[in-house]
């Protein structure tokens, strides 16, 4: 082991949970999850149909029919079957062909997803689609097909071979809940069993049902007194959020069967979530990109707002406005810009794997048009694409001496952590918060928020020891920006202003910090899992730097100007809008 590994490993496993700490020493030991196998009748189900129509497939994951599948972003076709210990594509890919999503696509024929889904029952046995996580969610999705009249088309044999399938892989799940990873794949375990638990008959079934008070004392846990998710990332956020509203749907079709307790948690949980994610949503109706989270995995926030209306879920908004307290989220609106910012350490503590170094970093949306967006993921392969995913140059906040924020390492790891602060908040007004890198923990960056009717101003400022900063300014691409520059004998050095043109009449003026020498570069941006698409980015750096003010207002663009000089459109594989609606995946 590298010497220097030790100590950044020790300072990760300090905040495990003894519980979690166990249940990973356990892992190990046993060396994986093996199949659990049920004697006796297959159990039958309780309902035939769901209340409501469950959403969509997703639009990510496709399959031909035959042997061909579109992953997250990624093709792969079968020569000769489809093997179901295949890694070449990373492990998300691979959670994703044996989560069975695609097979919901109205596309394929109720017999072509039966195939399918005998193809894996009688040949995986053993390997990654026994992992808890990919169970949870092939469970889900088969079992939406069950409920979904029309989609599968089975004999009394094959019915009853997919329910004794699908039983023992609820049995193998119920006993072996991700405990050593605990955050949404634990939520998924149980929501599964319990899930499983309400559809079918038998005493097998009663006892996955009694797993329903772990899963109520996990959305306590893990959904948050402001509705957000304790990961704190609006991609995963939504996910779980729609499959608590597949577990309402299934409740609202067996209220005999539902335990009241149960219901009533769920339900409160899932309209303080719908009110959550409306504070993290852009004009353009689609999430912000913090954290781990990308278009096309989770459904856009409008279709879920609109599922939840289908079930009667009562949408329950933050009780201050535009504030998650707990996520560290906020959102400032006016008639002209929407500002969602965050202020917040790797969360949870004793899981941060879908954290980024993003603290007092900010999307930006201005006359409608997404103006300032964070980078987005690519992939969850260790590496260098995904530790740029997760760097701090990579979000709209400061970087000190060349420092990340947090000790990013490996694909989902957090060694020692940034401390954050919020000081003041005014709703619709005001943020005050401060955060110290893990490595320089006596240099303090203080940033404050202000927003009113003419415009946007941002505070930078340092207190402790001076150190070299990094800006980072990361652009929408496809939108235009140019830098107009200082005249030589000018001090300090560099440009003070930038112009974003917008469609229509006007265009977003920024005055930049002084004392900071100013460049354009491009720079990658993921919005969908294996897409890379290049955008300007606004790069600012200084020896030393006390304090600096922005100011970002809307002007209407002048009849005929000349341009000044700068960068101009940068070279993209996609030109114009980024984002993808629709389409609903799971992630690891």
């Known amino acids: 082991m590298n010497p220097r590994s030790l100590p950044r490993l020790l300072r990760t496993l300090r905040h495990l949970r003894p519980r979690q700490a166990l249940a990973q020493l356990g892992h190990v030991l046993r060396g994986g999850v093996r199949p659990v196998e049920l004697s006796g009748a297959a159990p039958a189900l309780r309902v035939e ?13 496709s399959f031909d029919g035959w042997r061909r599948f579109v992953l ?57 689609g026994w992992h808890p996580h990919p169970i949870s969610l092939r469970v889900l999705s088969w079992a939406k097909l ?68 772990a899963f109520r004392r996990e959305l306590e846990e893990q959904i948050l007194p402001d509705g957000s998710h304790i990961e704190g990332s609006p991609m995963y956020h939504g996910l779980l959020l729609e499959n608590l509203l597949d577990l309402l749907n299934l409740m609202r079709a067996l209220p005999e069967r539902s335990p009241a307790p149960l219901l009533q948690a769920v339900e409160g949980c899932a309209g303080r979530m719908l009110g959550a994610h409306q504070v993290w949503t852009h004009p353009d109706g689609e999430i912000a990109l913090l954290s781990d989270s990308a278009f096309g995995i989770a459904h856009p926030p409008h279709w879920l707002a609109a599922y939840g209306a289908s079930l009667g879920v009562e949408v329950l908004e933050p009780s201050l406005p535009g504030v998650l307290s707990d996520a560290g989220v906020f959102r400032f609106e006016s008639d002209d810009f929407a500002l969602i910012a965050t202020a917040s350490a790797p969360a949870p503590t004793y899981q941060p794997g879908h954290a980024h170094c993003d603290a007092l970093s900010f999307e930006l949306s201005a006359g409608g048009q997404r103006v300032v967006t964070d980078t987005g993921v690519s992939e969850y392969i260790p590496g260098p694409l995904r530790d740029l995913c997760r760097a701090t140059r990579s979000h709209a906040t400061l970087e000190l001496d060349g420092m990340e924020q947090s000790e990013i390492w490996a694909a989902h790891r957090v060694g020692g952590r940034a401390r954050v602060g919020v000081h003041q908040v005014e709703a619709n007004r005001r943020l ?46 496809g939108v235009r920006v140019t830098l107009e520059r200082d005249s030589e004998a000018s001090r300090p050095p560099g440009s003070q202003r930038a112009w974003v043109e917008l469609p229509g009449d006007r265009r977003l003026r920024i005055d930049l910090p002084k004392g900071v020498s100013w460049r354009l570069e491009s720079r990658p941006y993921f919005p969908r899992f294996g897409a890379r698409i290049e955008r300007s980015c606004l790069v600012g750096e200084a020896e030393e730097f006390r304090e600096g003010r922005w100011y970002f207002s809307l002007e209407r663009k002048r009849v005929s100007r000349s341009e000044p000089e700068g960068q101009g459109r940068p070279r993209s594989r996609s030109r114009g809008r980024s984002r993808v609606r629709g389409g609903l995946g799971r992630t690891a």
Do not use: K
Not at 77 to 96: K, S
């Open 49 to 61: 149909a769901a209340a409501q129509p469950f959403l969509p497939a997703p639009a990510h994951a």
């Open 72 to 128: 997250l972003g990624r093709e792969h076709g079968f020569r000769d079957g489809v093997d179901w210990d295949f890694m070449d594509e990373g492990p998300l890919w691979a959670y994703h062909l044996h989560q069975f999503d695609y097979a919901r696509s109205p596309s394929l024929s109720p017999q072509a997803r039966w195939e399918l889904m005998r193809d894996w029952i009688e040949h995986c046995g053993a390997g990654v």
């Open 146 to 213: 069950l409920l979904t009249p029309g989609r599968l088309s089975l004999g009394a044999e094959d019915a009853e071979l997919l329910r004794g399938s699908m039983a023992c892989q609820v049995e193998t799940l119920a006993r072996n809940l991700e405990l050593r990873l605990q955050g949404n794949h634990l939520f998924s375990n149980l929501l599964t069993v319990v899930f499983a638990g309400l559809l079918f008959e038998g005493r097998q079934a009663d006892e996955w049902l009694r797993h329903e008070a």
């Open 432 to 477: 005050e918060a401060t955060c110290s890198a893990w490595a320089t923990p006596r240099t303090l960056h203080r940033r404050v928020f202000l927003l009113d009717d003419q415009g946007l101003e941002l505070r930078d400022s340092i207190e402790g020891p001076a150190r070299p900063v990094r800006f980072a300014l990361p652009l929408e691409p």
